[in-house]
């Protein structure tokens, strides 16, 4: 029989059951088990420290605003650890402790610069730089030697005093790039304390500028970007086809340099595949150093392995280090990602990792599926079988609903599943420019984080591409 705390955890599983994926929710979430709720304080047991750390870091969103949502907004929310499964000894920690958590951006303040928009101190502004993604765990190989080299140059030298400004990154995604930059970041705040530095996505300095638009405080924004005296900027592909976003971009990325100031900027692509970005910021943004990012060798790969492994206090033995790093091979992302699972599978189980075990978990995450070559055709064909619709119809400048839907979807699932283009890919579905199939990706990639029976949806049209 349930008792009341138990029931309000279940109610939260329900909640959480439809906003992650399910085998998310089965790794992380199905193993804790709700404790107690008294005087507000709602405890849950976890198994381990991995785990409960690793919940903070990912899943703390998550797991706050549902209980808010389900127990109550003054409710706190208790970890109890076990740290020894042989005694059932345990200890207890509050969620969003500060020895394990990073401060990051939520939508409650998504619409704010990190000031906001307000001249403070370099020690008081909230620079947004991850200090555990660092150049002791960035680790160098033929794929990302020059980026590296390049970023500790310009981290180890005063802010805008190498030939290295910009300093442009960029590379598919999962490469690294976000690390560096918070590495370069980090490295120039504990060097020289009196600068201003600030990391900020494209998504993020849209919205902010956006919000300082809409409130009458353009000059405020402006100012504030102004002041910085190290920028980094990532992901500026986001940028495409934002005329407003690029054009004031443009003018704070013209006073920064002119002054010394140094830029750092990311993309998934190279300043000159850009399109639909400003010919005149393109110009600038390939002024100082441009360096790939490229996919991880073999050789990166068992040495980011083996050093993960090593700081995570795991046993990783050689045959199942050398089958991870042989079969994951996409990204560096890819690879860390399977490491958490095989963690987390070897203390959910408490069993060593093994083999077998590495086996059956890299089966269930790589898609080996990606050898086989799927075309815009073939993409179109599945979304059209499984809507039930003549694939002429995709083609056609129709606007009722469950056409728009299915174009949408096969422009998703073209960016997705091969090489081509944006403007490549518009031209094939129904003479689209680039801008139509960016917004289109947008759409549907939205739509599958918060509509679970759409993300299913996907899910079978993928399962048609595969067969």
């Not at 949502?69 to 208790?78: A, H, M, Y």
């Not at 991850?130 to 990302?144: L, Q, R």
């Not at 490229?294 to 993960?308: A, H, Q, T, V």
């Amino acid at each position: 029989m349930y008792t009341d705390y138990q029931k309000l955890w279940s109610k939260c599983l329900s909640v959480i059951k439809d906003i992650i994926p399910e085998a998310a929710f089965n790794t992380w979430f199905v193993p804790i088990t709700p404790l107690s709720f008294e005087e507000n304080k709602f405890t849950i047991q976890v198994p381990s420290q991995f785990f409960y750390e690793y919940l903070e870091e990912k899943y703390i969103n998550v797991l706050k605003v549902t209980i808010h949502r389900v127990i109550g907004k003054e409710t706190i929310l208790n970890y109890r650890v076990m740290v020894d499964k042989t005694t059932g000894g345990t200890v207890d920690y509050p969620a969003e402790s500060s020895s394990t958590v990073v401060k990051k951006v939520t939508p409650k303040d998504a619409g704010k610069a990190p000031g906001p928009f307000t001249h403070v101190t370099p020690q008081d502004l909230d620079t947004q730089l991850n200090p555990k993604y660092n150049f002791d765990n960035f680790f160098e190989g033929a794929s990302n030697r020059l980026g590296r080299s390049a970023g500790e140059t310009v981290a180890n030298n005063p802010p805008g005093k190498t030939p290295f400004n910009p300093l442009f990154l960029y590379g598919v995604s999962g490469v690294g790039k976000t690390h560096l930059c918070h590495a370069i970041g980090t490295r120039i705040r504990e060097l020289y304390q009196d600068k201003r530095v600030l990391y900020v996505s494209s998504h993020l300095f849209r919205i902010q500028f956006t919000d300082a638009i809409r409130k009458n405080a353009t000059n405020d924004f402006l100012n504030f970007y102004q002041s910085i005296d190290v920028l980094i900027l990532d992901d500026i592909q986001e940028m495409i086809g934002m005329t407003k976003t690029q054009n004031t971009f443009f003018h704070i990325f013209n006073h920064l340099h002119q002054l010394g100031k140094q830029l750092i900027l990311t993309s998934d692509k190279a300043p000159v595949d850009l399109l639909g970005m400003e010919e005149r910021l393109i110009t600038r943004l390939k002024w100082g150093l441009t360096a790939e990012l490229s996919r991880p060798d073999l050789e990166l790969r068992k040495k980011i392995l083996k050093n993960k492994a090593s700081h995570d206090g795991i046993i990783i033995p050689d045959d199942v280090s050398d089958f991870v790093a042989n079969n994951v091979t996409d990204s560096i992302r890819d690879l860390e990602g399977i490491l958490v699972s095989l963690m987390a599978n070897s203390v959910i189980n408490n069993r060593e990792i093994d083999l077998p075990l590495a086996k059956r978990v890299i089966g269930q995450a790589v898609r080996l599926e990606k050898k086989k070559q799927i075309s815009v055709q073939q993409i179109q064909e599945a979304v059209c079988n499984y809507y039930n619709m003549e694939q002429s119809v995709i083609q056609t400048q129709s606007r009722k609903r469950e056409v728009v839907q299915a174009r949408h979807v096969t422009m998703y699932l073209s960016k997705k599943y091969t090489n081509y283009s944006f403007s490549h890919i518009g031209k094939i579905v129904g003479k689209k420019d680039h801008a139509t199939v960016l917004y289109a990706c947008k759409t549907i990639k939205d739509q599958i984080e918060i509509d679970k029976s759409f993300r299913s949806a996907i899910e079978e049209i993928e399962v048609l591409l595969k067969n």
